[in-house]
């Protein structure tokens, strides 16, 4: 029982409250609202991005790391509670829109139907809007990343700018054409965000790391979920009489197509180097990668997530 007035109070501050109750999104009233906001944040981004790592190039010639000290943890952390905040919130907030509206819609649709497709109509307001723009203004410190990877590696990955670009994009357009499927790739998003920078933070602090790749697993996981929502969201709206927002939903799973495509050509590029070195040692190669493995499994530091990393 003494349980109860916490699941209570949670429920009330991620629910309940008037603010995410009332939220309206609004191009007057919803701070980064608009479309100026969006392309002016992105080109900001995209050129700091570049001209720290131009600047480094010329100032610091010997190559070696700019020390961040504790940042990096930080910032995962920080990140691991925020996006658990948000899925924690869209979860409850998805329960209780269902359970007051499903009069609505509960004919032609289950509450898992609701989730990727919205009834036509749908306008960006209520308790699952809010969460969706938490998620939108979480994308922008998302973004920091790039800027540790620069200071720390010394390298400007092309497909992380891109990635983090498009997803910035991609999670505006949701709140601007209420656009169905936003709940669900919130919610798995989210979880796996979760996942992995509660794994980064784990790390960063010296804790000792996994014996695979756990960050580039959880990115093939989400895109494979998003893949099959995707085509959930395309049947149901041919099946179920429409889904709301369906035009930008498929400008989104061109986007998202991109994102799989580039995230594929990383990997693979990625993994063939890492088969061409294992080859150059002839017989011996096999020992090396043995030993490479059991570093991964003490350093702190998992040897293939030091790639995933970058993502």
Same mark, same amino acid.
């Given at each position: 029982?003494?349980g109860?007035?916490?699941?209570?109070?949670?429920t009330?501050?991620?629910?309940?409250?008037? *603010?995410?109750?009332?939220?309206? $999104?609004?191009?007057?009233h919803?701070?980064?609202?608009?479309? *100026?906001?969006?392309?002016?944040?992105?080109?900001?981004?995209?050129?700091?991005?570049l001209?720290?790592?131009?600047?480094?190039?010329?100032v610091?010639?010997?190559?070696?790391?700019?020390?961040?000290?504790p940042? %990096?943890?930080?910032?995962?952390?920080?990140?691991?509670?925020?996006s658990f905040?948000?899925?924690?919130?869209?979860?409850?907030?998805?329960?209780?829109?269902?359970?007051?509206?499903?009069?609505? /819609?509960?004919?032609?649709?289950? %509450?898992?139907? $609701?989730?990727?497709?919205? %009834?036509?109509?749908?306008?960006?307001?209520?308790?699952?809007?809010? /969460?969706?723009?938490?998620?939108?203004?979480?994308?922008?410190?998302?973004?920091?990343?790039t800027?540790?990877?620069?200071?720390?590696?010394r390298k400007?990955? %092309?497909?992380?700018?891109? =990635?983090? *670009?498009?997803?910035?994009?991609?999670?505006f357009?949701?709140?601007?054409?209420?656009? *169905?499927i936003?709940?669900?790739?919130?919610?798995l998003?989210?979880?796996?965000?979760?996942v992995?920078?509660?794994?980064?933070?784990?790390?960063?602090? #010296?804790?000792?790391?996994?014996?695979?790749?756990v960050?580039?697993?959880?990115?093939?996981?989400?895109?494979?979920?998003?893949?099959?929502?995707?085509?959930?969201?395309?049947?149901?709206?041919?099946?179920?009489?429409?889904?709301?927002?369906?035009?930008? $939903?498929?400008? =989104?799973?061109?986007?998202n197509?991109?994102?799989?495509?580039?995230?594929? =050509?990383?990997?693979?590029?990625?993994h063939?180097?890492?088969?061409?070195?294992?080859?150059?040692? #002839? #017989?011996?190669?096999?020992?090396?990668?043995?030993?490479?493995?059991?570093?991964?499994?003490?350093?702190?530091?998992?040897?293939?997530?030091?790639?995933?990393?970058?993502?």
């Amino acid at each position: 029982m003494s349980g109860q007035p916490v699941i209570q109070t949670l429920t009330f501050w991620l629910s309940e409250h008037p *603010s995410i109750v009332g939220f309206r $999104w609004s191009h007057a009233h919803s701070w980064g609202s608009t479309w *100026s906001f969006l392309f002016t944040a992105i080109a900001v981004y995209l050129t700091l991005s570049l001209l720290l790592h131009f600047s480094l190039l010329v100032v610091n010639r010997s190559g070696r790391p700019v020390p961040l000290g504790p940042i %990096p943890a930080v910032h995962s952390l920080a990140m691991a509670l925020i996006s658990f905040t948000i899925f924690a919130g869209i979860t409850l907030s998805s329960a209780a829109e269902i359970r007051e509206t499903r009069w609505f /819609w509960r004919r032609s649709k289950t %509450p898992f139907q $609701w989730l990727l497709c919205f %009834p036509l109509g749908t306008r960006p307001s209520g308790r699952v809007f809010f /969460w969706s723009y938490m998620y939108y203004l979480s994308r922008f410190p998302h973004m920091l990343r790039t800027f540790f990877t620069i200071l720390r590696r010394r390298k400007l990955v %092309p497909f992380q700018l891109f =990635n983090h *670009s498009i997803l910035t994009v991609i999670s505006f357009l949701w709140l601007e054409f209420s656009q *169905s499927i936003q709940v669900l790739a919130i919610l798995l998003t989210t979880l796996v965000y979760s996942v992995v920078y509660g794994y980064r933070f784990w790390t960063a602090v #010296g804790l000792p790391s996994a014996c695979f790749p756990v960050v580039v697993n959880c990115q093939i996981a989400l895109l494979g979920c998003n893949v099959a929502c995707h085509v959930g969201v395309l049947m149901l709206h041919f099946m179920r009489g429409g889904c709301n927002g369906i035009g930008v $939903w498929v400008f =989104n799973s061109v986007l998202n197509g991109v994102i799989l495509l580039a995230f594929l =050509n990383f990997y693979v590029r990625i993994h063939l180097g890492f088969d061409k070195k294992g080859r150059t040692g #002839g #017989g011996g190669g096999g020992e090396v990668k043995s030993v490479a493995g059991d570093r991964s499994c003490s350093s702190g530091l998992g040897g293939n997530d030091k790639k995933g990393k970058e993502l």
